[in-house]
């Protein structure tokens, strides 16, 4: 079955506690990406790679790293999280970065910063 | 820049009810445009897309034109059921400085059917 998988679902973690999540998808897809869901703004992109060691920013990045050394993974890590990055984060995957590719989605990372 | 407006709900009717959600997109170029859906603590999962202009995307009875005159892609139902009840998001493609498409996202509308 073809799937994004994210790790962990559910998170409370106190501000400056180094974080990771992790993604991983089975499609052999080049592109993945990561976004972050906050109400009344819709889902927002905070980085995107389009293929294994190449990576870049999308519209929020500030606080996060991502590392794509593998095809399938693409973690998102907080190095020192702040209570603003609280939120719902989703990992998507895609077959290449053309127009009109379906995206899939994972189901979803609830992280609390306190 | 490119964008997306999709109306806010929650839009709450009742079950067999006629359903419109309302989406109207910026862009520069030809974007392709979806319909994403989230049901109750799971992820997005593409409900409908369409790719060019007067193209009309179609899936579990929702329907949505693409209407490059108008900017709409408007999401269509003609019965809902309750297991509808979601938060459906407007999306569209653009283009991006490497190549790569970017998604962008409307702010998300939720739907409540009653029985």
């Known amino acids: 079955e073809a799937q994004v998988t994210q790790n962990p679902r559910y998170l409370i973690t106190v501000t400056g506690k180094k974080l990771t999540v992790t993604c991983s998808q089975n499609m052999n897809h080049e592109y993945m990406s990561w976004y972050r869901q906050d109400p009344g703004l819709g889902l927002r992109q905070i980085y995107y790679?389009?293929?294994?060691?190449?990576?870049d920013k999308g519209d929020v990045p500030e606080g996060y790293k991502v590392s794509r050394k593998e095809k399938r993974n693409f973690p998102l890590i907080l190095e020192s999280p702040s209570p603003n990055q609280t939120s719902l984060y989703f990992c998507?995957?895609?077959?290449?970065?053309?127009?009109?590719?379906?995206?899939?989605f994972g189901e979803g990372s609830w992280l609390t910063v306190v | 820049g490119d964008s997306v407006t999709q109306m806010e709900g929650p839009v709450t009717l009742s079950e067999e009810a006629f359903l419109t959600i309302n989406c109207t997109y910026t862009?520069?170029?030809?974007?392709?445009l979806f319909w994403y859906v989230q049901y109750p603590g799971e992820g997005l999962q593409l409900l409908l897309k369409?790719?060019?202009?007067?193209d009309k995307g179609s899936n579990k009875g929702f329907e949505a034109t693409y209407r490059k005159e108008t900017t709409s892609f408007h999401l269509e139902k003609g019965s809902v059921q309750v297991s509808d009840s979601a938060v459906y998001f407007c999306a569209l493609t653009t283009l991006r400085g490497d190549s790569s498409y970017k998604l962008i996202f409307g702010s998300g509308t939720r739907l409540l059917v009653r029985p």
């Open positions: 790679s389009m293929n294994v060691e190449v990576t």
């Open positions: 862009a520069t170029g030809y974007p392709s």
């Open positions: 998507a995957s895609s077959l290449n970065r053309a127009s009109g590719n379906t995206i899939y």
């Open positions: 369409a790719t060019k202009a007067d």
